[in-house]
């Protein structure tokens, strides 16, 4: 009878182990992301998911250090802001909880890391990120990703993964929209962020929203779970947080603007042309870069988008806008074009795709290189007068390149 009250007493504390330690680790913070702030060389936000039992959140961050963590009295600790969102799709409503924080006054040039949790349910591992110098002068390397959209963790993995072997000091990732090809499904945002693992939490990410995270032209409510961007667009029109912003580094100013809005409400491009008027007249980088879903000259034949090039091109030209990265077509073509049509000067548009979800490209006069059937990425790079763009297949062979210099004269392109 001991013999039996013993076993039943070692299998129930057995029992209560695991479970303790299943809870512990299912409350540990997943789904961790970091976002520029709006002076990218000097802050960052991260936003990372956790149950719904989680009551805490806190960031741990400072320099990083070549030693082994043995004590937190040389580290930062910040109280992260809940959040708790609610999505329906297919008739099942999800409930999700979130924190984020913004970590700003850090110092460029430097690496830093950070953990985020709690004492309570537990922590991340200690990651590292790297700030640009404020030096305009410095080199300065990012990435742009076309729609991923399909076939996330099966197929878009291995871009995202090459692209960061082929660029791991890249100072952000850029994606042109359509980062899932159902923005209301929880699900592909969880392949979205298992793609791209650990590169999320280590390399900022700027985004702009593509016609796959909307509904109705409705943002999905799980952009914003997920990301912490600038609310720095047009004053007092909330469906553009997160959407129509900019991010300022020492060299590079990017704007995103909301395409689909653009497309489907007069009132809102409306709003945003006026703003980013405004926020082309007051840029002092070197270097200017508009992002958004969107192309202004299509690669796929029998699609175009007159009511945005008709909009926004006068406004591109008159500031001298020097490229402009889309998505939306499903191919690869680039060309510079200006008020007259494609040449050697004026602003560079380019529309790729890194997802194998993949559409015809034609063989419109704009585009002065073009491919087919091809997951892309781009690794750009500004130095000084220069800026060097490099296109890589997903096997990391160079597909396509160019270089722009800058003069008095406006951009001159130099075909590699």
Known sequence: MKLLFKGICSIAFILCFLEHSYCQMN???TRIMINPLESGAEGVAVTWRVPMQVDVGNIQYGIATPHPVEGLSAFNKAEAQGRIDTVDYNGVTLVSKNYRVKINDLLPGNKYMYRVGSDQYGWSEWIQFNLPSENSDSTFTFIYLGDPQNDLHSQWSRVIRQAYATAPDAYFMLYAGDLVNRGYNDKEWGDWYRA???????????????????????LSPLWRTHFTLPENGPTGEEELYGACYFID??????????????????????KQLEWLENVLENTIQPWTILTLHYPFYSTKPNRDNPKLRKAFKPVLDKYG???????????YGRGMVNETGPGNKGTMYVVSVSGPKMYDVGNEDWMQARGDNIQLFQVIKTQNDRLIYKS?????????????????????????
């Open 27 to 29: 409350t540990e913070p």
């Open 196 to 218: 791209g693992s650990f590169i999320h939490r280590m390399i900022p990410s700027i985004m702009t929203p593509g016609n796959h995270e909307y509904t109705d032209v409705i």
């Open 249 to 270: 580094y020492p060299s590079v100013r990017v704007i995103s603007l909301d395409g689909e809005q653009i497309d489907e409400d007069p009132e809102l491009r409306l």
């Open 321 to 331: 806008v020097d490229l402009v990265l889309q998505g939306h077509d499903h191919g």
């Open 392 to 416: 890589y297949s997903a096997t990391g062979k160079l597909f396509d390149s160019f270089i722009l210099e800058k003069s008095t004269d406006g951009n001159k392109l130099i075909e590699n």
